[in-house]
């Protein structure tokens, strides 16, 4: 993790942070995020703010990993992907 974003919507997103907690209150400028516990292992989500009403915009982690922050990065991975598909599509 780590680096900078640029989309054409928010303009330039700061580094992601190192810290598990740093990242988890990183995230809360984009949406909800959420950490849960599953039966093989750990998942992560956030429910991206969106502007537009009845839109809904929601970024996951795959089931099952070892660890909290396993799932947390792979969360974040997708969530900057797609900003950036976003931004250049915008």
Do not use: Y
């Amino acid at each position: 993790m780590g680096g900078f974003l640029t989309t054409a919507k928010t303009g330039t997103i700061g580094a992601t942070p190192a810290g598990f907690e740093e990242r988890l209150e990183w995230l809360c400028q984009f949406g909800k995020p959420r950490i849960s516990r599953v039966s093989d292992g750990w998942f992560a989500t956030i429910d991206m703010n969106t502007n537009t009403t009845g839109a809904e915009f929601k970024v996951t982690s795959d089931l099952g990993h070892a660890t909290p922050s396993a799932a947390l990065d792979i969360m974040i991975q997708r969530m900057l992907e797609t900003l950036v598909k976003l931004g250049a599509s915008a």
